[in-house]
């Protein structure tokens, strides 16, 4: 599958953390749940998680406007699954969100 070419206006989400290691299962599960949550939203376009080798995870989450971005943000499932995260999921996080003002990409054939 080829990736999403990224548009101007876009909002991307740039959600980095570190697990506790007791809660990750849990974590998981609650995953699992949002995760599909957020692909059936309008105006979703992808989400990647990366894990570095110190155990740091990153999540990139674009969504095609500040509207449907908001909409997200504010979804009380996922309103709960940050409650969740602060109280058991995360020893820390932090959260970076802009709007894409110039967009490019390449792919080989």
């Not at 290691?21 to 105006?43: F, I, K, N, Q, T």
């Not at 971005?69 to 999921?89: C, F, I, M, N, T």
């Amino acid at each position: 599958m080829q990736p999403a070419r990224p548009l101007v206006g876009q909002v991307v989400t740039v959600f980095r953390n570190r697990l506790r290691p007791e809660h990750e299962a849990a974590y998981a599960d609650e995953l699992a749940v949002v995760a599909a949550l957020a692909r059936e939203m309008p105006g979703f376009v992808e989400t990647k998680t990366f894990t570095a080798d110190d155990g740091e995870r990153c999540t990139v989450v674009t969504f095609a406007d500040t509207d449907s971005h908001r909409a997200w943000r504010d979804h009380p499932r996922h309103r709960e699954a940050q409650r969740h995260g602060v109280a058991d999921y995360y020893a820390e996080y932090s959260i970076a969100v802009g709007e894409t003002t110039y967009a490019s990409a390449f792919v080989r054939d």
